[in-house]
């Protein structure tokens, strides 16, 4: 079965490769010719831990191609997926215009009968939207189905998220589109897999209460760090002791600055517009929202309080960069407005991260990077833990000790022992303890 992915992001990219991993022929159809250029060539545009490998053993053996061609792509497919960007616009709500591109352009090169499925996050009612789009931009009458088939992609492990997921989850109207679609994850039938059958609107919403759920799991544990400073509690322990209730789990309830990325944000931000469309308030996701956003204030405040209230002619150093380790996503990253923040009050910041720092010099000016973790440590008046990469947990603390000119240490991330740091002589401060 032949495939089509419209899209070569983070989303599109990572579903073409795992599909022709599972034997399918995938044709991943970009507009950036340099970036389909990159790929042809095996270099990866993005950062991903085994997406490159991927990339050179499927091209390798015929299932993988790369084209500008959305032409000859979609004719040649039975399956087109859309994996197109859905950004933010003005008002918080999804963005479509991409992906109203690719609909009218599949409406007008069809020819024969093909599933068109969303694998972009998108409102509720994009589903008609698009079937409406092409219909209106067919030059001739060709059958067709529009289903939903949301993608649950962690950054950093996304092939693992692809390969083994939780569940499926197939919106469509049609038992022909449907029963298409599953046989494109048969494999995943044999792992014993669960697959959620539903309509499109049903699927559509699936992935925003996912992500919205999720998101105020965070700003929750966020919520009752700040408490856990205040009453001399450990966050630790207290998210510990609830993780341990099979109601609640263990996951997403680390405390931090914040969520960041290409979902949360994004995607709170329009199932909050949705709801005020249907004349709805959505009051806890509209908290969950203010709570990230003034994280980010209150690391602020950490900082300057473990520095002292004046920052001027201050250096800080920051670990880390991106949303979350193993990714080069600089999208919302938390330690943007941080950062920003800072220098706002006189502070100079130099910085090393793995894997963000070209993305980062787009995002963050006036930064000093540096080549290793102990080159942002010379000469510092504070060492801030901003990205919980595993290369910043073992890090030589004597080393570190006699190339700072300040011993304070503030690690927004909790990854390091207070008792240990503080036995080597630093200043140590963490989130939501003592």
């Keep these: 079965m032949n495939i089509c992915v419209v899209g070569v992001g983070y989303v599109g990219l990572v579903t073409g490769v795992c599909f022709s ?31 490159a490998e991927l990339i050179e053993k499927n091209a390798r053996e015929g299932r993988l191609s790369f084209s500008t061609d959305i032409k000859e792509s ?68 060709c059958a067709f189905d529009v289903a939903s088939n949301p993608e649950f992609l962690r950054e950093g492990s996304a092939i693992e998220d692809f390969m083994r997921p939780n569940r499926v989850v197939i919106g469509a109207e049609s038992e022909q589109a449907i029963a298409i679609l599953k046989d ?45 400073e205040r009453v001399g509690a450990d966050v630790h322990k207290v998210a510990k002791g609830m993780g341990l209730d099979k109601r609640i789990g263990p996951r997403f309830l680390h405390p931090g600055p914040g969520f960041g990325g290409s979902c949360f944000p994004k995607d709170t931000r329009a199932i909050s517009q949705i709801a005020r469309d249907q004349g709805y308030e959505f009051k806890i996701v509209d908290a969950v929202i203010k709570v990230n956003e ?19 002619g201050t250096t800080i150093g920051f670990l880390g960069l991106t949303f979350k380790p193993n990714t080069d996503d600089m999208r919302e990253s938390p330690t943007i407005p941080i950062i920003k923040g800072l220098q706002k009050k006189g502070a100079s910041i130099q910085a090393y991260d793995p894997a963000g720092m070209e993305k980062a010099q787009d995002h963050l000016q006036d930064i000093d990077y540096k080549k290793n973790l102990y080159a942002v440590a010379e000469r510092a008046d504070a060492l801030v833990l ?43 401060t963490s989130v939501g303890r003592p």
């Design 21 to 51: 991993e599972f034997g399918l022929k995938v044709t991943c159809v970009g507009r950036d010719a340099s970036k389909i250029d990159m790929l042809d060539q095996g270099k990866v545009p993005i950062y991903e831990p085994g997406l």
């Design 74 to 141: 979609v004719r040649n497919a039975l399956v087109i997926f859309i994996a197109v960007g859905t950004p933010s616009d003005g008002h918080g709500a999804a963005d479509l215009q991409y992906v109203e591109t690719v609909a009218r352009s599949i409406g007008q090169i069809m020819n024969g009968y093909k599933v068109v499925v969303t694998k972009s996050t998108v409102p509720v009612g994009t589903g008609q939207l698009i079937e409406s789009i092409i219909k209106e931009n067919q030059t001739g009458s």
């Design 184 to 228: 494109l994850y048969n494999p995943l039938y044999l792992i014993e897999v669960p697959f959620v059958i539903t309509d499109v609107a049903t699927a559509e919403m699936i992935k925003y209460a996912s992500n919205a759920f999720l998101a105020t799991k965070i700003s929750f544990i966020n919520e009752m760090a700040s408490i856990c």
């Design 294 to 312: 003034e994280r980010q204030v209150m690391m602020i405040e950490k900082i300057i309080s473990a520095l002292g209230e004046d920052l001027k």
């Design 386 to 428: 901003a990205t919980e990469w595993n290369q910043f947990r073992n890090i030589d603390w004597e080393r570190v000790k006699k190339l700072m000119k300040r011993l304070i240490v503030v690690d927004l991330r909790n990854i390091y022992d207070p008792q240990r740091i503080r036995s080597f002589g630093f200043q140590y």
